[in-house]
């Protein structure tokens, strides 16, 4: 069994959907993308299904086994599904049946509470568009944005601080040789970044873009008493 295997078999899911903010074509990706970070023992949308704005989340409800939670919109301009997202989340953490949290939305409210939930030492992921204020994605131990689950995606050129954020934890992984495994680097990255994804830059794995980039260099070596071979990044002098 993988190290992925192991710590997406022992990770618990509570998959939290704010309805009012996140569009349901997305969320057959959103939903593979969180098998790669564990189980949804349960998964809930929250909004007001006496709204008509609600109508194109039903068959979605039914295709994915998705519970709705009832909020009504009692004021005019507010929202109250974030309350309602909030109180349940709380529930669900006394009740000791999770051991993560995934908050599906790109509303700064949920920042909190993504605080809260590490702070009782559960893990928790965010996933939403890239306009999500950083507040709310720097909260979570991991932030996923939902353009980099589409097909086509938008890729973005490399910016100065993701290049330096790269050297950072190469550094931080390499031992006297200046060697660092890609695994401990790719823990470092999202530790140092949570909503850093390789993704966005056009890459489907991480060891690719470190290969494409003339900045560092890569190796395999072999480990362990099965002989698997394993990358190493090295910065270059």
């Not at 890729?155 to 550094?171: C, D, F, G, N, T």
């Amino acid at each position: 069994m993988s190290v992925h295997d192991t710590i997406t078999n022992q990770t618990r899911l509570a998959v939290l959907f704010d309805g009012d903010n996140i569009s349901p074509k997305k969320i057959e990706a959103i939903l593979n993308e969180i098998t790669k970070l564990g189980t949804a023992n349960i998964k809930r949308v929250y909004g007001d299904w006496t709204s008509s704005s609600m109508n194109s989340w039903k068959e979605i409800l039914h295709k994915f086994s998705i519970q709705p939670i009832q909020q009504f919109s009692y004021t005019t301009g507010k929202n109250s599904t974030d309350s309602a997202l909030i109180i349940d989340a709380m529930d669900i953490l006394h009740d000791n049946v999770i051991n993560g949290l995934c908050i599906v939305s790109s509303d700064s409210d949920y920042t909190r509470l993504a605080t809260r939930m590490r702070e009782s030492g559960q893990v928790v992921y965010g996933i939403g568009e890239k306009k999500t204020p950083e507040a709310f994605r720097q909260a979570c131990d991991q932030f996923i944005f939902i353009e980099n689950l589409e097909p086509e995606i938008q890729v973005e050129r490399i910016p100065k601080e993701i290049m330096e954020l790269l050297y950072s934890a190469v550094e931080d992984a390499s031992d006297e040789e200046g060697w660092g495994l890609l695994s401990v680097i790719g823990i470092l990255l999202r530790q140092k970044k949570p909503d850093f994804d390789h993704r966005t830059y056009g890459y489907k794995k991480l060891g690719e873009m470190f290969n494409s980039l003339d900045s560092f260099e890569i190796r395999l070596i072999t480990m362990g008493p099965e002989g698997q071979s394993y990358p190493q990044i090295k910065r270059k002098e």
